[in-house]
C-alpha cells in the first residue's frame, strides 16, 4: 500500500493463548477458586508482559512487571 501511496491501515495485536498449556490450566483453577484473586490479576500482567518481551515491544509498567516476577519468584523459593 505504501508503494502505492495509499495509507497503510494500522494493525491490532492479538495474543494467543493455548488453553491447553498447564499455566492457563492452573490459572483457571486459581480463577474458579477466588474470582477475586490479586494474584490472578498479577498472572494476567505478567504474561501479556511475556508478549510483549518476545515481540520486542517494552513492557507498559517494567516496576509492577519486576515486582510481580520478584514475588514469584520468593514464592517458589519457600515452596
Given at each position: ?6 495509507d ?72
Amino acid at each position: 500500500m505504501r508503494a502505492m501511496n495509499q495509507d497503510v491501515p494500522p494493525s491490532k495485536r492479538v495474543l494467543e493463548l493455548n488453553p491447553k498449556h498447564t499455566i492457563l490450566k492452573q490459572m483457571k483453577a486459581l480463577f474458579e477458586k477466588d474470582k477475586e484473586s490479586d494474584r490472578l490479576g498479577d498472572y494476567i500482567d505478567l504474561l501479556y508482559g511475556q508478549a510483549l518481551i518476545l515481540e520486542g515491544s517494552p513492557v507498559k509498567a517494567p516496576k509492577s512487571f519486576a515486582r510481580i516476577v520478584s514475588e514469584l519468584m520468593m514464592e517458589s523459593a519457600t515452596k
